[in-house]
Every structure is written in structure tokens, then in C-alpha cells.
């Protein structure tokens, strides 16, 4: 689906605060609230997957959070993607290239539950294996959320 900048504009002031209402939207963009309304509408059939929060995690005692490069054995690649899919630690699994198979995101209270869960993976047939301490996150899920610098897009 291919969106016209008014469009992109409306996702954008979404994506920088999915709680905003439409009548501020509406102030902001000069678009009317019944216009808006029936966009939203039609992006929550397809577009809009998912509405949520981002959390700071460390906040809530989550002091380590790792990003992990796999290149598993074919074989195994099925069962691995199901256990981390159910992993309660595992924020995000992305299919990539570049001589793996596997980039997980996952989130853990300290390196003891970080531990257990890189047991756990030996139990897999992992060919490869490169983990990444993130220390902080410097620009997160902004991609489209400025309303601003949509015309650049």
C-alpha cells in the first residue's frame, strides 16, 4: 500500500504518541477528525499491527539486555525459532542475512538468568553464535515518528 504525505503525517503523530487524541491531531495537521477517524480506522485493517508501550526496562529491574546473531544447523532452525518465540526473555526474533539465521533481542534481571538461558541454547544445534551487550539505547522506534521530517522521507 502506498500512503501520500498527508497519510504518512497522520502515522507519524501515531507513532510518536499512539494516545493522542484525533482532535489534536486534527489542530496539528488541519485535518478534520472525521477524516482522520475513518484513516485509523482503515489502517487498524492492515498498517497498524500492534499498539503499545516502550518500556525502560531497567527501570523495572531488567539490568541486561542482549542482542544475539545465530546461524543454526537447518535441521534445527524450526525448533529454535518455536523456543524462542515461547522464551519469556526473547523481546524480538528477526530472520537476517549476512551469514546468519537469527538476530534475537532479549532482556534479562542479570547475567545469572542471561546464563541459564545460553545453557539452554547449547541444547540446539548452533553453528554460530555472536552476543552484543546493549549498554544503552541511543534512538529507539523513531522511524516515522516525527511528523516533521516526513517530507524528507
Known amino acids: 500500500?502506498?500512503?501520500?504525505?498527508?497519510?504518512?503525517?497522520?502515522?507519524s503523530h501515531l507513532r510518536q504518541n499512539a494516545r493522542k487524541n484525533?482532535?489534536?491531531?486534527s489542530r496539528q495537521t488541519g485535518i478534520p477528525v472525521s477524516t482522520l477517524f475513518d484513516k485509523l480506522r482503515k489502517y487498524q485493517q492492515g498498517?497498524?499491527?500492534?499498539?503499545?508501550?516502550?518500556?525502560?526496562f531497567s527501570k523495572l529491574g531488567f539490568d541486561v539486555k542482549v542482542k544475539t546473531l545465530l546461524k543454526i544447523a537447518k535441521d534445527q532452525k524450526q525448533e529454535l525459532t518455536t523456543y524462542l518465540i515461547n522464551s519469556p526473555s526473547v523481546n524480538s526474533i528477526s530472520s537476517v542475512t549476512g551469514g546468519?539465521?537469527?538476530?534475537?533481542?532479549?532482556?534479562?534481571?542479570?547475567?545469572k538468568e542471561l546464563e541459564l538461558f545460553s545453557d539452554q541454547l547449547e541444547g540446539f544445534n548452533i553453528k554460530k553464535k555472536e552476543e552484543f551487550f546493549v549498554v544503552e539505547d541511543?534512538?529507539?522506534?523513531?522511524?516515522?515518528?516525527?511528523p516533521d521530517l516526513i517530507e524528507l522521507i
Open 1 to 11: 500500500m502506498s500512503l501520500n504525505e498527508k497519510e504518512l503525517i497522520i502515522l
Open 22 to 25: 484525533l482532535t489534536k491531531i
Open 47 to 56: 498498517i497498524i499491527t500492534k499498539q503499545t508501550v516502550l518500556l525502560d
Open 100 to 111: 546468519f539465521d537469527l538476530l534475537i533481542e532479549a532482556i534479562f534481571r542479570n547475567l
Open 138 to 146: 541511543i534512538k529507539r522506534e523513531s522511524f516515522l515518528a516525527h
